[in-house]
């Protein structure tokens, strides 16, 4: 990894972050210095959403570890996920700044943002991170790690309420627009939605900023996020990825779940849903769907927390 003051991979980092995406030979391109905007979009829009399909949405490190501590050190960062071809993921920042430093890497203008999930039924505090893509004259907003009803492909920033497909037969969009909790209603946001199918109504998932936040503001928010006992970061278990489907394999249709449960949800529709009766039963499926496997240490971390599945 490059020392410079903005972290760069190296060629071969990036070989292997492309094996851990299944990209293959033809469909890689280690520069788009030289490539059009139509064309680096789609790059853009491949990458995005092989990434939502290898590596997963995930909080294991806070409930199988010993220490149960988070690091958004690129080098850890790459170590974790992408060096270590363990089945790994994370959550929201480690997702998006690992994935802000690979576009970096490849030569795309980004900067990253913060952002507000909704959630209880009110707007919570900064706890989110969005990478936001200059391409030619256009912006775009792309997030690979949300979770729930994560946005699937690039969005631009410059169409207001223009509305996206998702994975079928939902829809999202960005809204620029005031909160109905701001007390200046000059203040605007975007705001991404999401809605489950053409009948039904778009559901605020969380707002971001344009201002472009630092590292040290994703250390602040991601201490708090990783060790608030009262927020389900370390209250559950979630792991999650996207799944190919279609004609070629290529479109996303689906998405594994897993937390006190395992989930098959394609097209709209649970398939299949598997509960667990032990931790030892997680974990198998952990292995088996994910290729997550932890050690004895890491195992032993859960025992006590609310988390842990209790035998029946």
């Not at 990209?23 to 939502?52: A, C, F, G, V």
């Not at 480690?94 to 913060?114: D, K, Q, R, T, V």
């Amino acid at each position: 990894m490059s020392s410079n003051s903005r972290p760069v991979f190296l060629k071969d980092q990036i070989i292997k972050y492309f094996q851990r995406l299944g990209l293959s030979e033809e469909h890689r391109k280690y520069s788009i210095e030289n490539e059009s905007p139509e064309d680096t979009l789609q790059y853009l829009s491949l990458l995005q959403k092989l990434h939502l399909v290898a590596i997963p949405f995930e909080n294991l490190t806070l409930h199988y570890s010993y220490h149960r501590q988070l690091s958004l050190h690129p080098e850890a960062l790459f170590q974790k996920i992408i060096g270590d071809n363990n089945g790994r993921g994370g959550y929201c920042m480690e997702n998006n700044c690992l994935f802000g430093i690979l576009l970096h890497s490849l030569g795309f203008n980004l900067y990253s943002a913060g952002a507000r999930v909704y959630g209880g039924g009110k707007w919570n505090g900064w706890s989110h991170m969005v990478n936001i893509v200059l391409i030619g004259n256009a912006r775009y907003h792309v997030d690979v790690g949300f979770g729930a009803n994560t946005p699937t492909q690039p969005l631009e920033l410059e169409k207001s309420g223009r509305i996206y497909p998702s994975i079928k037969p939902g829809s999202m969009r960005l809204q620029w627009r005031n909160l109905d909790v701001n007390t200046n209603p000059d203040q605007r946001l975007w705001v991404y939605e999401h809605r489950i199918d053409d009948q039904s109504d778009f559901q605020q998932m969380y707002c971001f900023t344009e201002l472009e936040f630092l590292p040290n503001d994703y250390e602040l928010m991601s201490y708090f996020t990783s060790t608030n006992p009262k927020i389900w970061f370390t209250q559950q278990i979630v792991c999650k990825k996207e799944i190919l489907g279609g004609p070629d394999n290529t479109e996303l249709v689906g998405s594994v779940i897993l937390g006190d449960s395992i989930k098959w949800r394609i097209l709209g529709k649970k398939e299949r849903e598997e509960q667990f009766g032990s931790e030892e039963d997680r974990l198998k499926a952990l292995e088996d769907v994910f290729g997550i496997k932890f050690s004895t240490v890491e195992k032993e971390g859960i025992r006590g927390l609310p988390s842990e599945i209790k035998k029946q």
